[in-house]
């Protein structure tokens, strides 16, 4: 079998795959929700901010730690934003579990 054809195959199989139907249906939930859309911007900007600093080798603020905690446990409150958590952290593992699959068959 050609690797596009299986590529394509398993892109269909991910596109109806629970964890991706799962994690498409809360961030469209989010979204009909400007506050909550709003925060969680907020979080996922202040989260990428940290990662940048990690990466950078740069010292990360003590507030700047307080600040993204005080909001996840925010929107770990609110159901719709525990619920997309939980799915992007499950289609998160899903893809994790796959590159790992692909990885170690080529190496």
């Not at 911007?41 to 603020?61: A, H, N, P, T």
């Amino acid at each position: 079998m050609n690797v596009y054809d299986c590529a394509h195959q398993l892109a269909k199989a991910l596109k109806t795959s629970d964890e991706y139907l799962n994690f498409k249906k809360s961030r469209e939930e989010i979204l009909k929700n400007s506050k909550l859309k709003e925060m969680l911007e907020d979080f996922q900007k202040k989260q990428m901010k940290i990662q940048e600093l990690r990466f950078s080798g740069k010292e990360i603020e003590e507030s700047q730690l307080q600040q993204i905690q005080k909001l996840y446990e925010i929107l770990m409150k609110d159901p719709t934003a525990n619920e997309y958590f939980q799915a992007e952290m499950r289609f998160g593992q899903l893809m994790n579990d796959i590159n790992k699959i692909i990885s170690e068959a080529v190496s």
